[in-house]
């Protein structure tokens, strides 16, 4: 049975994984017949956010790896513990808390850094020649990962693309039900609430990019 190691980054859209987006990948997996295991670091989130009202709750902290334990339903590891020789690939969804948490894109843009103890995750992957993908603003995690000129989506955004072309990737503009393939580099990207206007194109977007990359060697 193929495994899938996923990474997420909190439980919400604005400060946090995207929820649809998570639970459309681990039902992906699972219905391709492969198994998962969740992961997310154990550190305090950049903030929380009243997803009712949109704001930002002030004197209020939650911990990434908490927050992401309510997707998994409790089964799920601190990063640290993700050993990629235990996995055939590897999976992050999207959601604000990709840019926040797992590295600094949503406040730093072109200038962005990645969260240390995810990025040696996702480079061990990259080296050992395991195919990946990321969803929706993640692939802004993954220019760090890859070698200059890595090509990926978030979809057709132009500031966005702007900022990851600047960080080093080719951007490649795509449609909410398409995937980028690096085949090189062994990434598939899908822009998924980049572009999704409900929950159907989501799907769309997260099966196509499972059913790639579980097809990849």
């Not at 999976?91 to 949503?106: D, E, Q, R, S, Y």
């Not at 200059?148 to 989506?153: D, E, P």
Request: a negative charge; charged letters at 20%.
């Amino acid at each position: 049975m193929k495994k899938v190691a996923v990474i997420l980054s909190g439980s919400g859209v604005f400060d946090g994984t995207e929820l649809h987006e998570a639970v459309l990948t681990l039902l992906a997996i699972e219905q391709a017949g492969a198994s998962y295991q969740c992961f997310a670091p154990n550190k305090p989130q950049l903030h929380v956010i009243n997803h009712l009202t949109g704001e930002v709750a002030e004197n209020e902290t939650r911990n990434v790896l908490v927050e992401s334990a309510r997707i998994a339903r409790g089964d799920i590891k601190p990063v640290t513990e993700c050993d990629s020789a235990d996995f055939d690939y590897l999976i992050l969804p999207g959601g604000f808390g990709a840019a926040k948490n797992l590295c600094t894109f949503a406040v730093e843009g072109e200038n962005s850094q990645p969260d240390e103890e995810v990025l040696a995750v996702c480079k061990a992957f990259a080296k050992a020649k395991k195919p990946a993908a990321y969803a929706c603003i993640s692939p802004a995690l993954a220019v760090s990962v890859y070698d200059k000129g890595v090509r990926l989506t978030i979809g057709n955004d132009e500031d966005t693309a702007t900022a990851i072309n600047a960080m080093g990737a080719s951007h490649v503009n795509c449609n909410v039900d398409e995937v980028v393939v690096d085949n090189d580099a062994k990434l598939v990207t899908t822009p998924a609430y980049m572009l999704a206007q409900n929950i159907s194109q989501a799907h769309a977007s997260i099966s196509k990019m499972v059913e790639t990359v579980l097809s990849m060697k």
